[in-house]
């Protein structure tokens, strides 16, 4: 007989080891029937309501997911996932990137790009590698997905690896390294940023974009807010990324909001999930003609800019 418990592991505060919390959000593991259901959430594009207990870490206050699905089944997920209707937004992802990497160029003063090797975690499909190689960085990137690994070599011609950061040798150092949208998926924190630590040079650049629980999209929706999803391990605010980056030697330069395009069609499909009112938009849209149409958005994405300052 199924148990989810056989499933769950606990973890202690990813910020500070600490173990002692308050609970936020009970877990409702209903939906949740056979092993199958925890591997299609992982699978997927990640839009399934946060059923894992929520809380807040009584020292330092950080919001984590515990107990939560064990790692190894979280990762496996992972490197099985395809998503057609992910790739099918690329282009409009690639418009976002590009806007964001000129505010970031633009703000730090950064020229001769040909010279900056340029790692990103997380890759997906290979949308942001692109990105950064038109602009002319030296890229490379890890994404877990044998499948979104094959599609961004054939269709973007970019240096993607099947991959986490554990794969990234400790030797090479990087003058960028990047996490869009990946920081809140993965499964050991002190570990990821131990290595971003290890493979970075002083003054390397961190770029982190998550969800922001500070934002005012968190604050009006509550737990309605579109970003506590189960694939989303940690809650990070502006205070407590600072803080944990702290930790390893990185220091906030900027922080600005990501403003997303997408195609309206392909977020109707995703919020009405959240809220009804969305399927009815979704079938307006759709008999005007109007699904394939990119609009621009922020529900509390935010992007931080951070600098290694010393070795």
């Known amino acids: ?175 960028f390294i990047s996490f869009w949208d990946v920081l809140e998926h993965v499964t050991n924190l002190n570990e990821t940023l131990t290595k971003v630590q290890k493979i970075s040079k002083k003054n390397t650049i961190l770029i982190i974009n998550v969800p922001n629980i500070d934002s005012v999209a968190c604050k009006l929706t509550g737990f309605k807010w579109p970003f506590y999803l189960n694939v989303h391990l940690y809650y990070f605010s502006n205070s407590s990324i600072k803080k944990i980056l702290k930790k390893y030697n990185f220091e906030l330069v900027k922080s600005f909001p990501h403003f997303q395009y997408l195609e309206i069609g392909y977020l109707c499909s995703r919020a009405k999930k959240y809220l009804s009112f969305f399927s009815i938009l979704e079938k307006i849209f759709s008999i005007f003609g109007m699904t394939n149409l990119p609009i621009i958005y922020n529900l509390g994405q935010t992007t931080f800019v951070f600098k290694k300052i010393n070795d």
């Open 1 to 175: 007989m199924f148990n989810i418990k056989n499933y769950l592991e606990d973890i202690d505060c990813p910020n500070c080891s600490v173990n002692s919390y308050k609970i936020i959000k009970k877990s409702n593991y209903s939906e949740i029937t056979k092993l199958e259901d925890i591997l299609k959430i992982y699978r997927s594009s990640g839009d399934d309501f946060l059923f894992d207990q929520m809380v807040k870490c009584k020292s330092c206050e950080f919001q984590y997911l515990n107990p939560r699905i064990n790692s190894k089944i979280i990762f496996d997920s992972y490197k099985l996932n395809s998503d057609e209707m992910h790739v099918r937004q690329d282009k409009n992802r690639i418009k976002t990137f590009k806007k964001s990497i000129k505010k970031i160029i633009k703000n730090l003063k950064i020229d001769k790009l040909h010279l900056y090797k340029f790692l990103d975690i997380g890759s997906a499909s290979g949308a942001f590698l692109k990105t950064i190689k038109d602009f002319g960085f030296l890229e490379e990137g890890y994404e877990p997905s044998k499948w979104m690994v094959e599609y961004g070599k054939k269709n973007y011609n970019v240096n993607i690896k099947q991959g986490s950061i554990e794969n990234v040798n400790d030797t090479n150092k990087y003058d």
